[in-house]
């Protein structure tokens, strides 16, 4: 009686957070508040110590030596109030490579644990982590590619957890101002919590981005991006504009779009950057319907570029 009410509790948390038999939604989250604020469009993102969850490659064509951070998301706090609290970072070693290093922890709302004659027991909180390693090469001057492998570890209940692997594939040219980017994600075994298995939400990625120079201190990039959910034939894109005034401040605004008939929501998204002598704080905040989960969705990164 008590595995069967724990069960219950723990696939009303998946039908809320998980995609028609997918779990470990977090793995979607990108939890860079850049890529979060221009549309999720993260495929084509710059190196930063983000890339590992946008596109590692780009860590192989950055200017800089390496860079780390740490953010914090407070996801579909309107309903079931996730947070999502990530820490990553790169280095380069030599000319054309790139090691990158990451971990986020997922951490749902928590629940009564009760006794067979219904009395209250204690409660426990449901978690996620990933253990995130990737390297990234670059092949020519403009052209990289990246792997990455992650551990995740999912615990649903007290007698309901369980782990995979997945890995990730990448790739990033970079020719003048223009940006193109392809990525294979979370491609891996499924978790099984002792009663099913769940697969994960497996997604191939295609983004492009401009630069345009409007004058010297002045900066406007535009980025698009398309996605193909491969579990579930569902179908995102999203779009992105980024203003930036000196390499100082950025001012951005974003849009995703998610197949309502898979579940996935769309939205609006507007964001805020600071930089100054490589350290860069960032800022992003969902808007969407009042009886969308991801209304008054915010995230907020701080990180250094060396």
Known sequence: MKRIYIISL?????????????????LTVSPDSRTLSLGGTGVISPASAFAIYNNNAATALSPFKGAFAASYTMWQPATTDNQLMS??????????????????LFLYPAYDLSNPQGIVTGAFNPRELSVDLGY????????????????????????????A????????????NLSLGLTAT????????GYGSYSLPAQIKLGAGYRFSLQEKHLLTATVQAG???????ITAGIGLEY?????????????????????PSHLSAGLGLNFKGLTLNAAYLLAQKDSPLANSLSVGLGWAF
């Open 10 to 26: 723990i696939l009303s948390i998946l039908s809320v957070t998980s995609i028609s038999g997918q779990t470990a939604q977090f």
């Open 87 to 104: 820490l990553s970072g790169f280095i380069k070693m030599g000319k054309r490579s790139a090691i990158s290093l990451g971990s986020r």
């Open 136 to 163: 990234a090469y670059n092949i020519s001057g403009s052209f990289s590619a990246a792997a990455t492998v992650h551990y995740i570890s999912s615990k649903m209940g007290p007698q309901a957890a369980g782990s």
């Open 165 to 176: 692997f997945a890995a990730d594939l990448g790739l990033m040219y970079q020719p003048g």
């Open 186 to 193: 979370n491609l891996g075994s499924k978790i099984d919590y």
């Open 228 to 234: 193909y959910l491969i579990v579930n034939s569902g």
């Open 244 to 264: 930036s005034y000196n390499n100082l401040i950025s001012l951005r605004v974003g849009g995703h779009y998610g197949d309502p008939e898979k579940g996935i």
